[in-house]
């Protein structure tokens, strides 16, 4: 089973900063089948990235995904107050068993 | 217009086997490429993927709860259902169902609002 790291627990950023969020994977994730969900207290997760680099539908240009094999990024370039929330990185490229990362809370400073 | 709804009991006892159905609407888990996993999210903790049906009736599970979960599917009625057996305090949880489009290699999409499940004698 892929177990993925998110990092930093916490980020404590200002409305306008850039936020860069790590998720590292304990073996390779085929071919870049990882995505990046935002969930807000009492909400169900929504989807803001697959395929590690790809945007869902309807999601900003400001977010934006990277990386391959064992370690990916989410990056929102410029925070908005309404990006303030949970994020979690989700791998599928191992079609038996999918695995969520711990999440990283992106907080007001 | 896609639509997922849990329902189920809110109250279980330790040691009972909890039973939850997911209703949806919008897609057809017959058709080719359609799924329907379960998710679960503890209060304050991380999501916890559970398992995933497929339109072709393939079935996977959570490594750590495949002997307590079994998943199935009434295409008729546009039903998947959840089972997990001996539940305990710490299963407590919100449980979410969500679809897949696209097959085993695709993410989550739709999510449901999710049903909180609490385990306690």
């Known amino acids: 089973e892929i177990v993925l790291t998110q990092s930093p627990g916490t980020l404590s950023l200002s409305p306008g900063e850039r936020a860069t969020l790590s998720c590292r994977a304990s073996?390779?994730?085929?071919?870049?089948?990882l995505a990046w969900y935002q969930q807000k207290p009492g909400q169900a997760p929504r989807l803001l990235i697959y395929?590690?680099?790809s945007r869902a539908t309807g999601i900003p240009d400001r977010f934006s995904g990277s990386g391959s094999g064992t370690d990916f990024t989410l990056t929102i370039s410029r925070l908005e107050p309404e990006d303030f929330a949970v994020y979690y990185c989700?791998?599928?490229?191992?079609?038996?068993?999918?695995?969520f990362g711990q999440g990283t809370k992106v907080e007001i400073k | 217009q896609v639509t997922l709804r849990e329902s189920g009991p809110a109250l279980v006892k330790p040691t009972q086997t909890l039973t939850l159905t997911c209703t949806f609407s919008?897609?057809?888990?017959?058709?080719?490429?359609?799924?329907v996993s379960w998710i679960r999210q503890p209060p304050g903790k991380a999501l916890e993927w559970l398992a995933r049906?497929?339109?072709?009736?393939?079935?996977y599970y959570s490594t750590s709860l495949k002997t307590r979960l079994t998943i199935s599917k009434d295409t008729s009625k546009n039903q998947v259902v959840l089972t997990m057996t001996n539940m305990d305090p710490v299963d407590t949880a919100t449980y979410y169902c969500?679809?897949?489009?696209?097959?085993?290699?695709?993410?989550?999409?739709?999510w449901g609002q999710g049903t909180l499940v609490t385990v306690s004698s």
């Open positions: 969500a679809r897949i489009q696209g097959g085993s290699y695709s993410p989550i999409d739709y």
């Open positions: 919008g897609f057809s888990l017959s058709t080719s490429g359609m799924c």
């Open positions: 049906i497929d339109w072709d009736d393939d079935k």
């Open positions: 073996q390779s994730v085929s071919s870049s089948y």
């Open positions: 395929g590690a680099s």
């Open positions: 989700q791998q599928y490229g191992s079609s038996r068993t999918w695995t």
